[in-house]
């Protein structure tokens, strides 16, 4: 009997290209042997509610979601509440795709379909926030909410940039939270302009935000909680500390957690994943030690040569496409 893969895709992230991949990538997972099922997203929660009816009806093996980090998210925090541990296959098509470039899964979306069908199990942390679960990261305050208020038209024509510059426009008004966060016996008070718990190598675009050699399977998320500067001079030096990854600093307190408890006197908007996590005032963040199986290990070469390819071909002025030239002249 075939084993059955559930594929979950979100027709509208990033620019909509998975839509012009699709034949392709059913091709791939039909050529690997898998009896397929094909599901497209219509709203927010709908991949969590299809990976959950699917696993709970014990009518998959696998599942392959494609999308954004949101979509990713759904489908992950669906098998925390089922609790199940059914391997992910991830094809990112988001604008950023923070955790897929941290799992090192291809930019191809063809080399990571492939990856999703053939590829072995990782297992990885994840995250809850007041049982709410987050895959690689939870932030309050300055720049952790950029992610979902700025619009998807900016997102597709700017892409990463669009994060800077939508938070850049914020700096003026920057504010600061009075936060209270205690962890392993220690307890870190004072005001603060961003908070972040992330296991991540990148967030939002930005590259090494959290520190280096982030472990993925270790238990622990990293904590950053930037201070609010005083003056333009102190907001420099902090800017210049976290491009210097000189974490656990007079600006910047930099700890990792396997539990933190983050409280507030007034509301605290959190965004999870990039996406609007609400007002929590209390949170109680607990990181669940490789709970979740994702498929992010290489088993072949062929994904490198896609991944080559693919390179190579970004690099080739527009116009010029040796693969229809070859078709023409044949």
């Known amino acids: 009997m ?4 559930l594929f979950i895709y979100n027709p509208n992230a990033g620019t909509g290209k998975i839509k012009s991949k699709l034949s392709d990538i059913i091709e791939i997972f039909s050529n690997t042997g898998y009896e397929i099922m094909i599901y497209p997203t219509k709203c927010r929660m709908d991949a969590r509610q299809c990976a959950m009816e699917y696993v709970q009806k014990e009518w998959c093996e696998r599942i392959v979601c494609a999308g954004g980090d949101g ?3 759904e489908v992950a925090g669906g098998m925390m509440i089922c609790g199940k541990q059914i391997p992910i296959g991830y094809i990112p098509a988001g604008t950023t795709n923070d955790f897929g470039y941290s799992l090192k899964i291809p930019k191809n979306i063809l080399a990571a379909a492939e990856l999703a069908a053939t590829g072995e199990v990782f ?3 994840i995250g809850s926030i007041n049982g709410t679960y987050f895959t690689y990261t939870a932030a309050f305050g300055l720049f952790s909410d950029v992610s979902y208020e700025t619009s998807q038209n900016m997102k597709n024509v700017l892409g990463r940039a669009a994060y800077l510059l939508s938070g850049i426009t914020k700096l003026a008004g920057v ?13 870190v008070e004072g005001k603060f302009i961003l908070g972040i718990l992330a296991n991540s190598d990148s967030i939002g675009g930005f590259r090494g935000l959290t520190g280096k050699d982030v472990m993925f399977d270790d238990g622990l998320f990293e ?16 800017i210049y500390e976290l491009l210097s990854n000189s974490l656990n600093n007079r600006y910047i307190h930099y700890a990792r ?5 983050i409280t507030s006197l007034e509301d605290l908007p959190w965004s999870l994943d990039g996406e609007d996590g609400g007002n929590i005032p209390d949170a109680e963040i607990i990181i669940y030690q490789r709970a979740v199986h994702y498929i992010c290990r290489k088993v072949n070469d ?13 690099q080739l002025p527009q116009e010029f496409n040796p693969t229809e030239e070859l078709e023409e002249e044949s």
């Open 2 to 5: 075939k084993e059955r893969l």
């Open 257 to 261: 957690v396997s539990k933190v408890h």
């Open 123 to 125: 297992q990885c942390d």
């Open 223 to 238: 904590m950053l909680l930037i201070k609010m500067p005083k003056n333009l001079l102190e907001l420099n030096g902090i």
């Open 302 to 314: 062929i994904l490198e040569e896609l991944e080559t390819k693919e390179e190579i071909q970004e």
């Open 175 to 187: 504010r600061p939270y009075e936060v209270r966060a205690e962890y392993d016996n220690e307890v």
């Open 71 to 73: 979509t990713l998210n």
